[in-house]
């Protein structure tokens, strides 16, 4: 059985509501072509992505701010620990601990699909 977090869908007329402010690198699940399906009633992107719930494998991983292992590490996963994942390009799935964040990059080697 999956550990993954239920989000609530946004309900109602979404829309604009006057100048965003954009939260820094690694916070919330945010880039400028997709967003975390949480964000939605908070934020405007083309696309919003429903989460894919990966475990962590069996070494813990560093949760990156790039695609690229010299990148800045933002948080570090143990493993056995929930990741969602919201994009994957390459080597790498961009993602994060919750809604809530951190978001980051981790290598797409290090965790496997969590089964419905």
Not at 77 to 86: I, Q, R
Not at 96 to 101: E, L, P
């Amino acid at each position: 059985m999956s550990k993954a977090a239920q989000y609530r869908l946004p309900k109602g007329i979404l829309g604009l509501k006057g100048p965003m402010v954009r939260p820094a690198p690694g916070t919330l699940p945010l880039r400028g072509d997709l967003a975390h399906i949480a964000l939605a009633d908070r934020y405007l992107v083309p696309h919003y992505v429903i989460p894919q719930f990966h475990t962590v494998g069996s070494d813990a991983v560093e949760l990156k701010l790039g695609a690229d292992a010299t990148s800045d590490t933002l948080a570090t996963l143990d493993a056995g620990s929930t990741f969602e994942v919201l994009d994957v390009a390459g080597d790498w799935c961009w993602g994060c601990v919750s809604a809530d964040g951190p978001t980051g990059y981790i290598p797409k080697d290090s965790v496997t699909p969590q089964s419905a």
